[in-house]
């Protein structure tokens, strides 16, 4: 059971991580803003949006979230939420479908840089893992929107908790704004933070565990890399590349299953805590959570039904030789 001191002890210590993760978030969600100014001021964002834009219409989507999405991808989900205020002013009332795709695309494709530069230290191709997460974000859009327009569902306003306000048209009154943003997040960051205990506390993490490890058997992970999936699942993928690279250097899994593995966490990683925090977008947490989960098992089984054939090709011409 827990006390009175034990909830106490557990929100500073979520205000404490809050704090730490915070400061290596700001500085770059700060460089993004003001650049985001400076276009704004100069009327540019809609052509730097312009390369997205026709991607973002395809999937039912304002051409001006092409800047929300690249900021995900170059920089982070944070970067992407700080500019969401600003970006709902230009665009009309998002629906609860637009607002799950946005969301979806987000969780399968962000953070590009850190992520490739971190599969390629698996020993994995780096431009494989960009190019499956860009087509399998494209293709969840595609198919959310798609299922939308057929079914008619997800079609009301969607619930932004992200206040987007008109600015001041002052220096200081923009100043003033985008300080309230960032208030924002940090609140946002530290609930994420204490879920996360939350989690932990409850064991939450063993019970999914439990319920994927048989599904990962499926998609051809072997024993040894289940539990390695398993913390890229729920806890994110710095975690759980971090267990793989160590797993591979000791040869405690294969090549065959660092691929698997960290393909399928690729497309769905840290499930629990990057979901609740896009579903402030106002997107529905079914599509977030269960489109990106089935995409990432349907994609995962078929990539690993083509390495199987490759390496028995491969085997078979060794044999031969």
């Known amino acids: 059971m827990f006390n009175i001191q034990t909830i106490v002890q557990g929100l500073i210590n979520s205000i404490k991580d809050g704090v730490l993760v915070c400061k290596r978030l700001f500085p770059m969600i700060i460089s993004v803003v003001v650049f985001v100014k400076i276009l704004a001021v100069l009327n540019l964002i809609q052509y730097v949006a312009m390369p997205l834009g026709p991607v973002m219409e395809t999937m039912g989507l304002p051409a001006e979230f092409g800047l929300v999405w690249a ?32 969301g979806l695309i987000i969780l399968i494709a962000h953070s590009m840089i850190l992520e490739t530069k971190i599969a390629g230290q698996c020993g994995l191709n780096m431009t494989f893992q960009v190019v499956l997460r860009l087509l399998s974000a494209w293709a969840a859009g595609l198919l959310v929107h798609y299922m939308c327009l057929t079914f008619g569902f997800w079609q009301g306003p969607a619930t932004v908790l992200f206040e ?25 960051v530290c609930a994420v933070m204490m879920c996360n205990r939350l989690i ?56 065959a299953d660092a691929f698997s593995t960290m393909s399928l966490m690729s497309l769905a990683h840290a499930l629990i805590e990057d979901t609740v925090l896009l579903a402030l977008l106002g997107g529905s947490i079914w599509g977030l ?3 990106r989960l089935v995409l990432a098992i349907v994609i ?14 491969v085997t078979a011409e060794k044999g031969t030789a």
């Open 200 to 255: 932990n506390a409850l064991k939450i993490s063993d019970a999914v565990g439990c319920i994927l490890s048989p599904i990962l058997r499926i998609l051809g992970i072997s024993k040894q890399a289940v539990n390695i999936v398993i913390v890229g699942l729920v806890l994110g993928i710095l975690y759980g590349s971090g267990v793989i690279i160590q797993a591979v250097k000791e040869g405690r899994i294969n090549h």
């Open 300 to 313: 995962g089984a078929g990539i690993n039904a083509l390495y199987s054939r490759k390496y028995q090709s």
């Open 289 to 291: 959570l269960g489109v």
């Open 164 to 188: 987007a306000k008109n600015s001041t048209p002052t220096f200081w009154g923009w100043v003033l704004s985008e300080c309230y943003n960032l208030v924002q997040i940090f609140i946002i």
């Open 71 to 102: 900021a995900a991808m170059l920089v982070n989900i944070y970067s992407a939420l700080a500019l969401i205020p600003s970006i709902l002013l230009m665009v009309p009332a998002m629906s609860v479908e637009q607002m799950t795709i946005l």
